[in-house]
Each structure stands twice: as C-alpha cells, then as structure tokens.
C-alpha cells in the first residue's frame, strides 16, 4: 500500500478543502459545507494521471466517499472510464451538498463509459439505469467483466454486496 498525501479530484494543482472540526469532525470536502469553520489547501491529482505515472493500467475496485467531491474525481477519471481501466466503483452520493444536476451528469458518465450503475442498501440491490437512487445514498458502477466474475448467470441483485467486496 502506497499513501499519497493528495485529494483526488479532476485537476492536478491546489484545491480548497472545507473542514468542520466541531459539527461531524472529520466530514471535509471540496464542496463548501454548511457548518464548515475553516478550510485548507491540500494537493490535488486525478486519479488518471496518477495511474499513467504509476503505469496503473486496470484498477479492479475504486471506493469514494468525499463528502460531494465525488463529481470532481469522476471527472479525473474520464480518459480512465472511456478506456475501460475501472472495473468497479462504490460510491456514497451526497445529493445535498452539489450543485443540483451533477450527480446525475456523474451517472451519466459512468453509464455511456460502459459500466453498469446499480443502487445498493444493505437489504437489496437494483439495477439503476437512469436517474438517482431512490432509497439509499449508495451505488456501485460495474463492468461487464465484473459482473460475469461475481455474478456468472447475471443476477447482481442476488449478491450480497458486502460480503463480495
């Protein structure tokens, strides 16, 4: 394991990280948050670039929970998903804190990328193929060669999600 001391985003450069230290400590995100009492900078890459220095050429699973910052590293990962070097992503969204429409332009992509996006809770799985998840905050976009490993006749919604990854 390799610790890089970056935020994940679409840019290489410096980026604003908001912190709340008092309400939900730890909870930081490129996305200004409502009870934010003081921001940093820190380091940015996208993870595409990253992977093109480390002659990274397939990632089996990318797991996010950024607080929002989920649409700016989707984005660092186009020229990746276009290419087919992500086989799995977990993401938690976090409808209130973006811009509305973002998220859903982020399913978008992962979909015309050729993944197949799903809504996950800890009871069901279901196949999501446009639009926002409806129950739960969290969805998993799968590749075709993902799928036919973890699920041979196709049935994703007969997995148990945790016990899989």
């Given at each position: 394991v390799d610790i890089v001391p970056s935020a994940v985003s679409d840019i290489r450069g410096s980026i604003v990280i908001y912190v709340r230290s008092v309400l939900e400590?730890?909870?930081?995100?490129?996305?200004?948050?409502?009870?934010?009492?003081?921001?940093v900078e820190a380091d940015a890459i996208a993870l595409d670039d990253y992977c093109d220095e480390q002659g990274i050429d397939s990632v089996d699973?990318?797991?996010m929970d950024i607080e929002g910052g989920e649409i700016f590293a989707i984005e660092g990962m186009r020229r990746g998903l276009e290419q087919g070097r992500y086989k799995a992503i977990m993401l938690e969204?976090?409808?209130?804190?973006?811009?509305?429409?973002?998220?859903?332009?982020?399913?978008d992509l992962l979909r015309v990328s050729g993944l197949t996006v799903y809504e996950f809770s800890d009871t069901s799985v279901l196949p999501l193929a446009e639009g926002m998840p409806e129950s739960s905050n969290y969805v998993m976009?799968?590749?075709?060669d993902t799928i036919a490993a973890i699920a041979p006749d196709g049935r994703i919604e007969a997995l148990d999600i945790p016990r899989v990854f």
């Open positions: 400590p730890g909870a930081t995100s490129r996305m200004q948050a409502l009870y934010a009492d003081k921001q699973l990318v797991q969204l976090h409808a209130g804190k973006v811009p509305p429409g973002r998220l859903e332009a982020l399913l976009a799968l590749s075709a």
